[in-house]
T-cell receptor
């Protein structure tokens, strides 16, 4: 299995809702990442998990809450989002020293719309 | 902050022609990576070139790296309509705990290949 699976593919949520994005990989990768991508812009790093521990938080607002329950799963919990948070949310995985020696494997993303 | 700047921002060519995209970066690197993104989808890792390499080939792709000029180029030969996508260079900018790097993307080049 050489894929990163993200669910759901599309999500519409109100500003008072709580929702979660899910990411799963079975490649044995021990580093997982969340990126946010606005239209016509490059992906922006949000969080990095290494061996199920939060390694990097790029000063992301607390309305985004990541969770890594095990080595195969990565969640992003969403609460009280703003319309400007509408974007494509991408999950990726790699070997923990991935960027040094290997590339990342990306999921197809969750298209999030906040209304 | 973004590490890489790419040019051109947009490129339109006829099928069969070659496409060249350039990437410049600011800090010293261990490697430089190129990714492709089809419209609204996840990114696909194309090729990784290490800082001690000058040129690398993969199928119709040729990547060069000039560390003295802090620049890289991606050449796609004999382009096809299916090559229509956005192309991003990416480098590691800093490390978190566990030595897991932050992969940061350039602004990207949008390539259109006309049949």
């Amino acid at each position: 299995d050489t894929e990163v699976t993200q669910t759901p593919k599309h999500l519409v949520m109100g500003m008072t809702n709580k929702k979660s994005l899910k990411c799963e990989q079975h490649m044995g990768h021990r580093a997982m990442y969340w990126y946010k991508q606005k239209a016509k812009k490059p992906p922006e790093l949000m969080f990095v998990y290494s061996y199920e521990k939060l390694s990097i938080n790029e000063s992301v607002p607390s309305r985004f809450s990541p969770e890594c329950p095990n080595s195969s799963l990565l969640n992003l919990h969403l609460h009280a989002l703003q319309p400007e948070d509408s974007a494509l949310y991408l999950c990726a995985s790699s070997h923990p020293t991935g960027p040094t020696h290997y590339g990342y494997t990306f999921g197809s993303g969750t298209r999030l719309t906040v209304v | 902050s973004q590490q890489g700047e790419e040019d051109p921002q947009a490129l339109s060519i006829q099928e069969g022609e070659n496409a060249t995209m350039n990437c410049s970066y600011k800090t010293s690197i261990n490697n430089l990576q190129w990714y492709r993104q089809n419209s609204g989808r996840g990114l696909v890792h194309l090729i990784l070139i290490r800082s001690n390499e000058r040129e690398k080939h993969s199928g119709r792709l040729r990547v060069t790296l000039d560390t003295s000029k802090k620049s890289s180029s991606l050449l796609i030969t004999a382009s096809r309509a299916a090559d229509t996508a956005s192309y991003f260079c990416a480098t590691v900018l800093g490390y978190g705990s566990g030595n897991t790097g932050k992969l940061i993307f350039g602004q990207g080049t949008t390539l259109q290949v006309k049949p």
